[in-house]
């Protein structure tokens, strides 16, 4: 199922029906976290001015824009800072704060319940996060991540060239 999941810029106009957007949200909340923090928190958008807004503080040349705008639900990825990869209100590894990788799964989750269910998704990270703050009303001891558009898909892309297992594999030591 892997090998066939794509990014979805463009999306049908079809309603996602409740109980395919449940399995998403279930499979987010199902993702592992780091000392099960569950750092993550989402902001499922599907009013069409908020979209719009959305869409307009994407990088000018990011080619998800308009699946942000038009797709029939955007969900917005949040962190609880501080959180993951802490102990004591410490950060305990050299990378410090862990939540992008926490919600790294929990997107990947979500894309793959997505897909699993005929939907697409896209996963969008250049835009003015600052602003999306703002936009959605985020408390301040939460870092927006991403913005991932969900539909149904309106074209299916080509698979992207992959790295061959021998340049992505390396045995016993680098």
């Known amino acids: ?75 917005t990825v949040c962190a609880l800072v501080e959180k993951s990869g802490f102990y004591s209100g410490k950060a305990i590894t050299k990378l410090g704060d862990w939540f992008m990788y926490d919600l790294g799964l929990v997107t990947q989750n979500m894309c793959m319940a997505a897909h699993s269910e005929g939907l697409g998704t896209v996963i969008v990270g250049a835009f003015d996060h600052d602003q999306a703050r703002k936009i959605l009303k985020v408390p301040d001891d939460r870092e927006v991540v991403a913005i991932v558009p969900l539909g149904y898909p309106d074209h299916e892309p080509s698979p992207p060239k992959r790295k061959s297992m021998a340049e992505l594999v390396r045995w016993n030591s680098y």
């Open 1 to 75: 199922m892997f090998t066939e999941r794509r990014s979805i810029r463009r999306y049908k106009e079809m309603e996602i029906e409740k109980e395919k957007l449940d399995k998403v949200l279930e499979a987010a909340r199902w993702a592992p976290s780091w000392a099960n923090t569950q750092c993550c928190e989402l902001v499922v958008i599907q009013e069409g001015t908020v979209k719009e807004q959305l869409s307009e503080i994407l990088s000018k040349k990011n080619p998800a824009s308009l699946a942000v705008k038009n797709a029939p639900v955007v969900i």
